[in-house]
C-alpha cells in the first residue's frame, strides 16, 4: 500500500549521505575525501589513499607507518588455507576463488562476527570495538594481495610463497605471484609503482554495485569478511568490474584496425557490446582513464606495447567521433585500458578481474566501516517490492494436474 516501484536500476536514488567519494560525472570529477584523484595519483600510494579513505584524513607520518606495519604483518594467511585453495579446479575463475576465499577467511575470525559474540560490535568511540573493528580491516587489506596470488598460483600447479617482509604492498603482491625461487627476486620498480597507481585509482568510486552489495550484506551485522566476499561476487559481473577483462576479449575479436567500423555498426544494431565505455554516473570521460593510458606508456616502456593497443586506439578515437556515443555521452571508462596493461605485464586475461578487486578491498570497508558508526546505529537495508504474481489458488495434487 502506497508503494510505488520509482527507479528500476537505482539511476536516481540515492541510499544514502556518504563523507568517502566524490563524483561529478558532468564534469569528469573524482575526489577522494575531497582529494582530486588527479593529485593523489601524481604524489600519494595506495596505501596511504587507503588510509585517507577509511579514516577520512591524510596520515602523519607515524600514523601511515603504523598502518602499513599492520596491514603488511597481516599479510600472511593459515597454512590451512593451502587446502582450501587446493580443492578449486585447476581452470576455475580467480574471480570464483578469490570471492569464495573472502568468505572462507572469515572462519578463521569468530571475534569479527557480532552475532556470534551476541552484540552489536562497533562502537563509535568505544576504544576496545574500535581496535577490534581496525584489526578486521588490517587483516581483509593485508591478505587480499596474498588470496589473490593464491588463485593465480594454484591455477598454474605452482607451490605458494609466503608474503615477503620489506617490500610495498604491490611489490610484495608481485613478489609472491611470480617469485621462482631466486634469492634475490625484486619485482621491476616501474611495473611496481605502475600496479601501485592503478590500485589507488580503483580503490573506490562511490556507491557503485559492489560497494552497494557489501553495504546491504553489510547491513545484517554479518562479518565484513563475509560483505566483503559479497562485493566481490557482485564486481565479478561483465557490466562492473569483468569489464576489464571483457574488453580484452572484444579486442581479440575485433582482430584489427580495419574490423572497427563494422564492430560499431554491430554494436549499434544492439548485437555487441562495447566493453569498457559508458558509465551510470560519468557523463563524459571518466578522469581515471587518462590516468590509466598514461601508466599504459610508462608501463609499455618496460614491456614493449601491446599487439592489441592499435585496435583500442582506433576502436577509441572511431566511437568518441561517432555521433550515436556522442548523443549518448559514452565515453571511455576506467576498464578501457587498464586490462592492456595487465595484458602486457603478463596477467592472464581472466585475473584482470581481481586487480580490480584487490584494491576494491579498500573502499568497500571504508563505506562499511562509516556504515557501521553512522550516528544512530546500522538500520537493516531490506527494501519492498510490490507483488504482481497471480492471486491466492489452491493447491492441486501432483497425479491430479493437467
Ligand atoms: N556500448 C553501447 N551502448 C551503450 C553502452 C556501451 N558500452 N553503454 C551504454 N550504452 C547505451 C545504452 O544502450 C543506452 O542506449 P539507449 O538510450 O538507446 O537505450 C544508453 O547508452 C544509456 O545506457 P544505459 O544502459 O542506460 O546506462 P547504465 O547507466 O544503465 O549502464 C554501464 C552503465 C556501465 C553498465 C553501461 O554503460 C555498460 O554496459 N558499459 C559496458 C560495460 C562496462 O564497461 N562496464 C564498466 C563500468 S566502469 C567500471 C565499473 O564500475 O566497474
Given at each position: ?16 549521505r ?12 573524482l ?40 596491514i ?43 552475532s ?66 631466486q ?48 562485493g ?52 563524459t ?19 614493449g ?56 578491498v ?15 546505529g ?25
Amino acid at each position: 500500500k502506497g508503494l510505488r516501484v520509482s527507479d528500476k536500476g537505482f539511476l536516481n536514488t540515492a541510499v544514502l549521505r556518504s563523507e568517502i567519494t566524490y563524483i561529478d560525472g558532468d564534469a569528469g570529477v573524482l575526489r577522494y575525501r575531497g582529494y582530486p584523484i588527479e593529485q593523489l595519483a601524481l604524489h600519494s600510494s595506495h596505501l596511504e589513499s587507503a588510509y585517507l579513505l577509511i579514516y577520512g584524513s591524510l596520515p602523519t607520518k607515524s600514523q601511515f607507518d603504523m598502518f602499513r606495519t599492520e596491514i603488511l604483518r597481516h599479510s600472511v594467511i593459515h597454512a590451512d588455507a593451502e587446502q582450501f585453495f587446493r580443492s578449486f579446479r585447476y581452470d576455475a575463475h580467480p574471480m570464483a576463488i578469490l570471492t569464495s576465499a573472502f568468505a572462507y577467511l572469515g572462519s578463521y575470525y569468530s571475534e569479527a562476527n557480532p552475532s556470534l559474540q551476541g552484540q552489536t560490535l562497533y562502537t563509535k568511540g568505544d576504544k576496545a570495538s574500535l581496535a577490534v573493528m581496525d584489526k578486521q580491516i588490517y587483516r581483509l587489506i593485508g591478505k587480499a594481495t596474498t588470496l589473490a596470488a593464491m588463485a593465480y598460483r594454484v591455477r598454474q600447479g605452482r607451490e605458494f610463497v609466503t608474503p615477503p617482509t620489506g617490500l610495498s604492498y604491490t611489490g610484495s603482491f608481485l613478489y609472491q605471484m611470480d617469485y621462482l625461487g631466486q634469492e634475490n627476486y625484486f619485482p621491476n620498480p616501474v611495473l611496481e609503482k605502475a600496479l601501485d597507481v592503478l590500485f589507488l585509482l580503483h580503490a573506490d568510486h562511490e556507491m557503485n554495485a559492489s560497494a552497494a552489495s557489501v553495504l546491504q550484506t553489510g547491513s545484517s551485522l554479518v562479518d565484513p569478511f563475509s560483505a566483503v566476499a559479497a562485493g566481490c561476487a557482485s564486481l565479478y559481473g561483465p557490466l562492473h568490474g569483468g569489464a576489464n577483462e571483457a574488453v580484452i576479449r572484444m579486442l581479440i575479436s575485433i582482430g584489427k584496425p580495419g574490423n572497427v567500423p563494422a564492430f560499431l555498426e554491430a554494436v549499434k544494431k544492439r548485437e555487441k557490446v562495447l566493453s569498457g565505455f559508458g558509465h551510470r554516473v560519468y557523463k563524459t570521460s571518466d578522469p581515471r582513464s587518462f590516468l590509466v593510458r598514461k601508466t599504459a606508456d610508462e608501463v609499455f616502456q618496460i614491456t614493449g606495447k601491446d599487439e592489441l593497443l592499435e585496435t583500442a586506439m582506433a576502436l577509441h578515437d572511431a566511437a568518441m567521433k561517432d555521433d550515436y556515443f556522442i548523443s549518448r555521452k559514452l565515453a571511455p571508462n576506467v576498464d578501457f585500458w587498464s586490462g592492456l596493461i595487465y595484458r602486457a605485464m603478463g596477467f592472464p586475461n581472466d585475473y584482470f578481474p581481481v586487480l580490480f578487486a584487490v584494491p576494491r578491498v579498500v573502499g568497500w570497508l571504508a563505506h562499511w566501516r562509516q556504515m557501521m558508526l553512522q550516528t544512530g546505529g546500522v538500520k537493516i537495508w531490506r527494501p519492498r517490492q510490490i507483488y504482481v504474481g497471480s492471486g491466492k489458488r489452491d493447491y492441486v495434487p501432483l497425479d491430479e494436474r493437467v
